[in-house]
């Protein structure tokens, strides 16, 4: 119950703290993949959190501490003991309850997702096969659409879609720029994080971590395509380039662009713009490894505290196999409602000497 409690507070913490590392300002976004890897861990060490909390109430960590003997015998008098107690058996219920209702909704999640954007990606492949003309000089598809965009479809068969409205409002320089940020995010394979976002949104909306988790995760990721394609291009040409398409597309209404695939200019577009012109200092290595150790923690910490009981029994000495510890293995794999007798030699190793009656002497 403790290690169950612990767990469930463990997730509160990180759920009501997480929403309060947004950041407004561009300059503070310094990492900005590994800060996506870092809300991602965060949000799936919630839900690993949530799902061993129900499973540690239902059934104590020590039963993991020993091999099968150890199952038919002590930690079954605990397991009992713990149902037998008031509210044992309902708080066990309510833990089984609680694992077995996260775990559905995650598959039901994963088979929501993975199906929308199935859909998705094929309804966009079926419009650029029927409206789009392949670029060579580009290799990019180009869609007649006089509204501008620019996105990336993920896949086997990779895909960078720009309108002919991009073609005509850009200049060469700024249409080179806008490819490199796309190509960035296939090289990067962001379209996963944002999976694994949209998946771990989907199974808890409720909390405040994960509410709008894949719009910060989108956010993010566009920082860092900006980062990737500002190596091998002038950034202030990128950042025109941004509030160009964006400007365009203020106010009229144009091909929206799919909510599975990433775009050159979408929402934040004047926070990039500010960090495109006034780039950040970058982490230093000690910085960096920080960073990396929170991804890494947030994935242990909801193990080590499910396991920590475990740990501990598996430290203490063992149990001397006696004959008593064999009558009391004998009656916790037994029904509840049987009794087996102890075995004969410890019937007489239990009998109790009574002395021989003495004659009674009359008196004279």
């Not at 598996?314 to 102890?342: G, Y």
Request: glycine share 6%; aromatic share 2%.
């Amino acid at each position: 119950m403790t290690v169950g409690l612990a767990l469930l507070a463990y997730a509160a913490i990180v759920s009501a703290a997480g929403p309060l590392a947004r950041h407004t300002d561009g300059s503070l976004v310094r990492a900005p993949r590994l800060q996506a890897l870092l809300l991602l861990a965060a949000s799936w060490s919630v839900l690993t959190a949530l799902i061993l909390a129900g499973l540690t109430v239902a059934m104590p960590g020590t039963a993991l501490s020993g091999g099968l003997s150890d199952l038919l015998g002590a930690c079954i008098l605990r397991v009992r003991a713990a149902y037998a107690t008031p509210g044992g058996a309902a708080a066990a219920g309510a833990g089984l309850t609680m694992s077995g209702a996260i775990a559905l909704r995650v598959a039901w999640a994963l088979l929501a997702v993975s199906r929308a954007r199935r859909a998705e990606g094929r309804r966009q492949r079926i419009v650029l096969a029927l409206c789009g003309r392949r670029a060579s000089e580009l290799d990019v598809t180009v869609l007649d659409h006089p509204q501008p965009a620019a996105y990336c479809l993920p896949g086997r068969a990779r895909t960078v879609v720009l309108t002919t409205g991009t073609l005509t409002l850009l200049t060469r320089q700024q249409v080179a720029a806008v490819l490199a940020h796309e190509h960035a995010h296939l090289q990067a394979r962001h379209h996963r994080l944002l999976g694994w976002a949209a998946l771990v949104s989907r199974v808890l909306p409720e909390l405040p971590l994960t509410r709008d988790l894949p719009r910060r995760v989108r956010s993010l990721l566009e920082m860092h395509a900006d980062d990737l394609a500002a190596r091998h291009h002038d950034p202030r040409t990128l950042a025109t380039a941004l509030v160009a398409v964006a400007t365009a597309r203020s106010g009229a209404a144009s091909a929206q662009e799919p909510s599975s695939v990433l775009g050159a200019a979408g929402r934040d577009t004047a926070l990039r713009v500010r960090r495109l012109l006034e780039p950040p200092v970058a982490l230093s290595a000690r910085r960096r490894r920080v960073f990396q150790t929170g991804v890494a923690a947030f994935g242990a910490v909801p193990l080590l505290l499910a396991l920590t009981p475990a740990a501990v029994a598996a430290s203490q000495p063992p149990i001397k196999r006696t004959a008593e510890f064999a009558v009391v293995r004998q009656v916790a794999v037994a029904p509840l409602n049987s009794f087996a007798p102890p075995p004969r030699s410890m019937a007489k190793a239990h009998q109790v000497a009574v002395p021989a009656p003495q004659p009674r002497v009359g008196h004279q």
